[in-house]
């Protein structure tokens, strides 16, 4: 069974800043099939990035996605007050047949 | 315009069955898959169990196989989750969500909170 652990649990970060969440995988998997995802309180999660660096419609280039094998990137270049928020990677493919880490709260410092 | 309408919230007893839907528009139903996403207070995503409405082909995750069931009526474009005997644990937030071909959930519903108490 794969595990998707993110690292850090929480970043406190102030707008501008750059932001690294990492997303590390218990077993290989396939870019085509590594998304990232954002949520914010009360609200559904929204798809950020798929096939792990691309983004997905009306995302913001200031998101990015990189990564391959078991280490994924999604960094935030310059952080907006509407980024702070819990982001998740989520992997299609391995039993079970998708998988979500844990998630990484960037809440503002 | 794709959306994902999902029922209201509900308030159960332990013990009752419960039946939640999800009604998609504004795409073709049938060919796509619909995922159903665990959301308890406070806590991560779990991914529960995916229906793809064009035939009914049916995966579920280990951790909610036999505990839930998924369904389609493709006719007026629903999924359906539902339990026959909820519990406490239960009590969480669920979302339906579109997959692509790549795996992703590009499209999800607004969220059906589920309460379970006596």
């Known amino acids: 069974e794969i595990v998707l652990t993110q690292s850090p649990g929480t970043l406190s970060l102030s707008p501008g800043e750059r932001a690294t969440l990492s997303c590390r995988a218990s077993?290989?998997?396939?870019?085509?099939?590594l998304g990232w995802y954002q949520q914010k309180p009360g609200q559904a999660p929204r798809l950020l990035i798929y096939a792990a660096s691309t983004r997905a419609t009306g995302i913001p280039d200031r998101f990015s996605g990189s990564g391959s094998g078991t280490d994924f990137t999604l960094t935030i270049s310059r952080l907006e007050p509407e980024d702070f928020a819990v982001y998740y990677c989520?992997?299609?493919?391995?039993?079970?047949?998708?998988?979500f880490g844990p998630g990484t709260k960037v809440d503002i410092k | 315009e794709v959306q994902l309408v999902q029922s209201g919230a509900e308030v159960k007893k332990p013990g009752e069955s419960l039946r939640i839907s999800c009604k998609g528009f504004?795409?073709?139903?049938?060919?796509?898959?619909i995922g159903w996403v665990r959301q308890m207070p406070g806590k991560g995503l779990e991914w529960m169990g995916i229906i793809y409405p064009g035939d009914s082909d049916t995966r579920y995750s280990p951790s909610f196989q036999g505990q839930v069931t998924v369904s389609a009526d493709k006719s007026i474009s629903t999924a359906y989750l539902q339990w026959s005997s909820l519990k406490a644990s239960d009590t969480a937030m669920y979302y339906c969500?579109?997959?692509?071909?790549?795996?992703?959930?590009?499209?999800w519903g607004q969220g059906a909170m589920v309460t379970v108490s006596s």
């Open positions: 989520q992997q299609y493919g391995r039993s079970p047949l998708f998988t």
């Open positions: 969500a579109r997959s692509t071909a790549g795996g992703d959930f590009d499209y």
């Open positions: 504004g795409y073709s139903f049938t060919s796509y898959w």
């Open positions: 077993q290989s998997v396939s870019s085509t099939y």
